[in-house]
């Protein structure tokens, strides 16, 4: 009796991007309601880790960041029991330390390629879950996701990320300007661990402030689109949640230099700055391309001597990580 031919596929190869964000924030420091933190953040173009991946005999990377892939990589066989391996170039990656969300974008990105690979249902959300990712913020999860700006819903009882409550479009013709400091590194690992058990308790009205201070005044304002109010808004949040952190960073933000930058910044009218998480990188949102091309020749032009820093223009991503998977070949077998 013949046999019946059927066409199959061999493994397949997988490109995942997973884009920057900055972290605007926390909401809620204090906790007393029971949920803690509740963030705020915004998707970027021009910034992304991108990762090519295969099925493999053995575990191998190349690229950018290979050993920190390779750690990614070892954590993902063990905890999601894999019965093979990957191949995997990091093509671009999104600098360490920075404040742009680069471990967990990293771990997503690699997540994500390992579960189509081996046909694993696993969204985002899980794969930060099983590498230990969003312990306190859910908003590179939500970039991945959706893009766009972010608001997370906090931390409460359970051990799962926080949630994102609220997504909203970004306006098209708003621009970010970043400012880098070369010479620094945001707190990451056990540094960040030891600032939030050390830290004295954030004032319950400070926390009742800033939730009030988003839903009633930073989120109608960019449904609105009026970079007014919602620059004043974004800027007293980072005066509130910066001078908390403070005596861990040392000032209401990470670099000096970045705070030079930004009060400057200030002085030229622009209202809403700050820090994108432990920084150093800080940003400044203005309300046109030729706004900020201006802003940023004329900072280039006074930092000219600082060769550390640098700067950069970006618009929002106003949609999230982008998976492409293809097929290698298809043979013919028999059974």
């Keep these: 009796m013949n046999g019946l031919q059927i066409a199959y596929k061999e493994a397949q190869s997988v490109v995942v991007e997973a884009p920057a964000r900055l972290h605007l924030g926390f909401m809620d420091l204090n906790g007393a309601t029971g949920r803690r933190f509740g963030s705020l953040g915004l998707t970027l173009e021009g910034f992304s880790t991108r990762i090519y991946a295969e099925r493999a005999e053995m575990f191998s990377v190349e690229g950018a960041q290979t050993q920190r892939a390779m750690h990614v990589l070892r954590c993902l066989h063990e905890r999601l029991r894999l019965r093979g391996a990957v191949r995997m170039a990091v093509v671009q990656a999104i600098p360490e330390h920075i404040g742009l969300g680069s471990g967990t974008q990293l771990a997503i990105a690699s997540g994500i390629a390992v579960a189509r690979l081996y046909q694993l249902d696993l969204g985002a959300r899980e794969i930060a879950a099983v590498m230990d990712r969003g312990i306190r913020s859910g908003i590179g999860i939500g970039a991945f996701d959706q893009g766009g700006f972010l608001i997370d819903g906090g931390r409460g009882n359970s051990d799962e990320p ?118 150093p990188t800080g940003f400044a949102v203005v309300d046109s391309e030729s706004r900020a091309g201006s802003l940023l020749q004329e900072a280039e032009a006074r930092w000219r001597a600082d060769s550390e820093l640098r700067f950069k223009i970006c618009a929002a991503r106003n949609r999230g990580g982008e998976v492409l998977q293809q097929q290698r070949s298809t043979k013919t077998g028999t059974i």
Excluded at 238 to 249: E, I, L, M, T
Aim: charged share 20%; aromatic share 10%.
């Design 162 to 279: 926080p949630r994102i409550t609220s997504r909203i479009t970004f306006p098209s013709q708003w621009r970010v300007l970043l400012i880098f400091d070369l010479r620094a590194q945001g707190l990451h690992g056990a540094d960040e661990d030891k600032v939030f058990r050390t830290l004295p308790q954030f004032p319950e009205a400070s926390a009742a402030h800033l939730c009030r201070l988003v839903l009633m005044h930073l989120m109608p304002a960019l449904v609105e689109a009026d970079i007014q109010e919602f620059g004043k808004a974004v800027s007293e949040l980072q005066r509130v949640v910066g001078d908390y952190f403070a005596p861990a960073q040392g000032g209401r933000y990470a670099s000096h230099k970045v705070s030079e930058v930004l009060a400057w910044l200030e002085s030229q009218g622009v209202n809403c700055v700050g820090q994108s998480s432990w920084g």
